[in-house]
């Protein structure tokens, strides 16, 4: 079935890196076989058609397809596997280029997709397809090959075409349980974005309050509530430990049992000097029968402060953190105990 003629001009050949050597092939028959010069074929795969260093490989590709006036499609499974073929064709529709497509035995009729659907393609493996394609583009030639020249060439063509598809990779076809795979790996990138993100947004407020205020214990406010759970927990108890170190040792033991809502009773030969030391300067307090933490105390308070925001913390943590807590101390997570005590104050 003969066309209408073709003004003078390039064939753009649109194929899948994959199906380099096909794509060889046709151009070779074009150029033998019909008569098109070498710069009239544009083939990424051919020598000397190759992106020049420094071009960006798109606007390349988009340039000689604006300027070809044929465009050759090499429809295989590769073709169709390929985001970038895809946008070849696309912008063949879009330019209303005169085009050219060529089923191969890969891929037949009942594969063609998306646009190409219900558009006459070729054959390749078919002798009378070929000689149409010649005809299609014979106005281009200059001159045009002898016939005789062509069906050398063609049945040449035709000899190999076997051998050179059967050497085409296959596009690997993801199975149901990579694709699962791969969408629940997406999920838990974009949630892990998610997360970052309003990290990101919580880091930048904290920052920009921090920035407004030079008062240190404003500060550890403003620390404290943009801050997650776990670093919460750090925080508040470096505050204890910082507010404990001047404090005596009979004193820190008063303190557990104030929590605990008790007075301390010394275990027998335990009130010694130390704790009659403490009840001396006002940081213990004399209680039938035992020892109570003077609360009013200057050296008292800020301990009593630190406390309090530790022992608030533990009562609203949330069921996560004691999960966590429990895995990482193998104790309960309880104010009031003694495991608790000895590990952190």
């Known amino acids: 079935m003969l066309v209408k003629s073709i003004a003078k001009g390039k064939v753009f050949i649109s194929h899948a890196t994959e199906d380099k050597a096909l794509a060889e092939a046709l151009a070779d028959l074009m150029q033998a076989g019909i008569g098109l010069s070498h710069s009239q074929v544009f083939c990424t795969s051919l020598a000397g058609q190759g992106i020049p260093a420094g071009k960006d490989f798109k606007a390349h590709i988009q340039a000689e397809l604006t300027k070809s006036i044929v465009v050759v499609a090499l429809l295989t499974p590769n073709y169709y596997a390929s985001a970038f073929c895809l946008c070849e064709l696309g912008g063949t529709w879009v330019l209303s280029k005169d085009f050219l497509p060529l089923v191969t035995p890969l891929s037949g009729f009942g594969d063609l997709k998306a646009v190409l659907r219900g558009v006459q393609a070729l054959r390749i493996q078919e002798d009378t397809d070929l000689d149409e394609i010649r005809d299609r583009l014979a106005d281009l030639a ?133 704790v009659d030391d403490c009840v001396e300067r006002g940081l213990l307090k004399g209680a039938d029968p035992g020892l109570r933490v003077n609360v009013e105390h200057p050296k008292i308070r800020p301990v009593i402060t630190a406390l309090n925001g530790l022992e608030r913390f533990v009562e609203k943590a949330s069921e996560d953190f004691y999960s966590s807590y429990e895995e990482d101390y193998k104790d309960e997570l309880s104010f009031k105990s003694r495991g608790f005590w000895d590990e952190h104050v």
């Not at 404990?244 to 009130?271: N, S």
């Open 142 to 274: 200059s001159p045009l090959a002898p016939t005789p020249l062509w069906s050398v060439k063609k049945a040449k063509f035709l000899k190999e075409l076997s051998s050179i598809i059967a050497a085409i990779p296959k596009p690997k076809i993801a199975t149901m349980t990579e694709l699962l795979k791969a969408c629940n790996e997406r999920d838990g990138y974009k949630t892990e974005a998610e997360k970052l993100e309003c990290e990101l947004k919580t880091i930048k407020l904290k920052y920009e309050e921090l920035a407004k205020t030079k008062d240190r214990e404003a500060k550890r406010k403003i620390d404290l509530r943009h801050s997650s759970e776990g670093e919460q927990f750090k925080i508040l108890k470096k505050n204890v430990m910082e507010a404990m170190k001047p404090i005596p040792h009979p004193v820190k033991e008063a303190l557990y049992y104030h929590f605990r809502g008790e007075d301390w009773l010394p275990p027998e030969g335990e009130w010694d000097r130390s």
